[in-house]
């Protein structure tokens, strides 16, 4: 069965990816850390678009945790092929770097940044194997671009960035691609508290994006029609910077 496992997918740009590709026809494991009711509602509405899927805890933060529930996963589900991962999850501690605190800054890379080898590290040997896979990150336009108040977000960023360019390489003669999709302002939890009415002003498409519109790259990225894009990074940011 044609699976992909989307981290971060109770909520916001996670939710909107899990829904496309359950769409596409995947499989999808709708992975979460703590609101297992927005996870759950995840999956209905992935079950009511006629798609399937189930839900899966694990903190990506955490290489144990992450580790061991990944292959306990897989190896109860000898079925199931994980063609498509993408890694979403993740937080932002905005703050600027005089008053950064240690724990500021490891939180914020442990959950961004070791995040992608945690998870796609125990996914990857099936993939080669396969000789088929999608991989994609969801970095963000401060790792591109940089943002004073995220020098922490925007390092896990750009080292994703880093990684993705990376590995991409590393796997190209296999049919495994890496990307990356770099979305600018949108409305989710995460920016709730922005004030969009003075920020959209600096957007030159005069709005926040929403996050069907970063779910649709990262489905077509998925797609076996994007067979030939590997170690890229594309902005889904409404034409503020590229
Ligand atoms: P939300 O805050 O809406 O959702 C975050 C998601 O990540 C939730 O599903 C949450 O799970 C999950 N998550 C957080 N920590 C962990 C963890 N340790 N383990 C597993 N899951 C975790 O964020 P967005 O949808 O806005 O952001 C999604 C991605 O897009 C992030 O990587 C973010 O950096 C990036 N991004 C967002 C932008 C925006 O403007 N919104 C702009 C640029 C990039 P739970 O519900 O269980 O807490």
């Known amino acids: 069965m044609k699976t992909a496992l989307v981290t971060g997918a109770s909520r916001g740009i996670g939710r909107a990816v899990a829904r496309k590709l359950g769409k596409m026809g995947y499989y999808v494991v709708v992975n979460f850390n703590s609101k297992i009711d927005e996870a759950q509602i995840t999956l209905d509405e992935i079950r009511t678009e006629g798609g399937d899927g189930e839900v899966l805890q694990f903190d990506v933060s955490n290489f144990e945790n992450t580790k061991s529930t990944l292959e306990a996963w897989l190896a109860s589900h000898p079925e199931h092929i994980v063609e498509v991962l993408v890694n979403n999850a993740g937080i932002t501690r905005d703050l600027l770097m005089v008053q950064m ?3 500021d800054w490891g939180k914020i890379i442990n959950t961004n940044l070791n995040s992608f080898y945690n998870v796609t590290k125990p996914l990857l ?16 336009l401060a790792g591109v ?5 995220q020098v922490n977000y925007a390092a896990a960023k750009a080292g994703i960035i880093g990684a993705t360019k990376s590995l991409g390489l590393e796997l190209a003669k296999r049919n495994i691609t890496v990307n990356a999709v770099a979305p600018g302002f949108i409305a989710t939890d995460m920016t709730a508290e922005l004030p969009e009415a003075e920020l959209k002003g600096m957007i030159p498409m005069n709005r926040f994006g929403k996050p069907e519109e970063v779910a649709a790259v990262v489905g077509f990225l998925a797609s076996p029609e994007a067979s030939y894009i590997t170690a890229e990074v594309i902005n889904v940011n409404g034409g503020i910077y590229s």
């Open 125 to 140: 040997q099936g993939m080669v194997r396969k000789r088929y896979g999608r991989i994609i990150n969801i970095v963000s």
């Open 145 to 149: 671009k940089g943002n004073p108040g």
């Open 101 to 103: 605190e240690q724990e």
